[in-house]
């Protein structure tokens, strides 16, 4: 089915507005929503409809659309470094902050952007999909839960809804995420005080308690952190002995704030062991038709997603 | 069609998997199929080690035409 024959209509004018501004991202959508099913589609409209009403005044389609192009610029910019210094090109948290997290309007238009790339990148629409067919049937008792850099809100807006009863923790640096998460989960039609926020570096003070939780959400976090290992560890402490862990990250990624460099599967499996976590069940994305072979060898994009349980 | 033209169009052939005459002056991501963002990276790469010059990423990310290509190496090689 094509996207005229679904009735997606926020959808529809962003992909339309998309296709005005880029014509690489106008290329790809096309042709990645020829392919898409039926329940894309519907989660697609959701989606893009609570971004919107996140956005209040400024949640057009246009907005969605210009965020979008911009911050495929950005990673685009990236990765043509990468490809030549075979680096990510910042090394240091607290340049990354200065430059990303610590500025509010920048902010919005990242998190919207990032969340946009959930739909049009199809290894981020895989993770979804795991996350929510996968994960979220592990935590439908939870009580109580956290995430760990809540960006855009989806997964954490997403984990209250599977979650009935769980009261959460979200922890992040930037209180523009923050916000917006919380805009999001009203855009649900949810109780945003279920959601707690913690405003704070995760890599000077985790306020969580020992063996607390029974969800953790720690997506694409690992890679923007100096420490990220020492919180992964950390993290392993608050979980209850059944507790489960969203856990993703990615390899050979470049983006403006990724500091943490994995060339591979192996290596990651190496530090979620290291880290005091065990893998339930996994879930792995590369380029095309890429195999994960082929795409370590050619330091091409692998993404990564894991349900995890303390060890 | 110039030397630095036709070495140009070579490169995109190359890295695009097509035939030489495919590429022309309205070439551009909405005419050849093959030219999306991943390959975008392996033709400024290509560009690079063909005529010997640097292209800084904020610089290579806005050659999204053939003409914006020849234009911009034209300049660097001069």
Known sequence: MTLSEHNAPNLTRVVEAIGSKSPFQKKSSNQYLSTADARFFEFAEGWVSRLMAALGDQGTPDKLAEAYVWYTKLIRIEELYFAKEKKYRFENFDEVNERVYSRDDYMVDYVVGLGMTQLFWPNHYGIVRFFLDTFIPTVRAAKRGAEVGVGHGLFHSQLLAGAPEIETHMLDISPTSLAFTHKVIEAMGMDKDRATPVLGDIQKQMPVEDESLDALLFGEAIEHLQEGEKVFSQLATKMKPDGRCFFTTAANAPAEDHILLFRGVGEIRDVIDACGWSILEEFTATLGDMSVEQAERENQNINYAAVLAKK | ?78
């Open chain 2, 1 to 78: 069609m110039s030397e630095i033209r036709q070495k140009i169009a070579t490169v995109f052939a190359e890295v695009m998997n097509v035939p030489t005459d495919a590429i022309n002056d309205n070439t551009s991501p909405e005419t050849l199929a093959e030219w999306d963002s991943l390959s975008h990276v392996q033709l400024i790469q290509a560009l690079e080690e063909a005529f010997k010059i640097s292209i800084a990423p904020d610089e290579g990310i806005d050659l999204e035409t053939f003409t914006m290509v020849l234009d911009f190496v034209q300049k660097k090689v001069s």
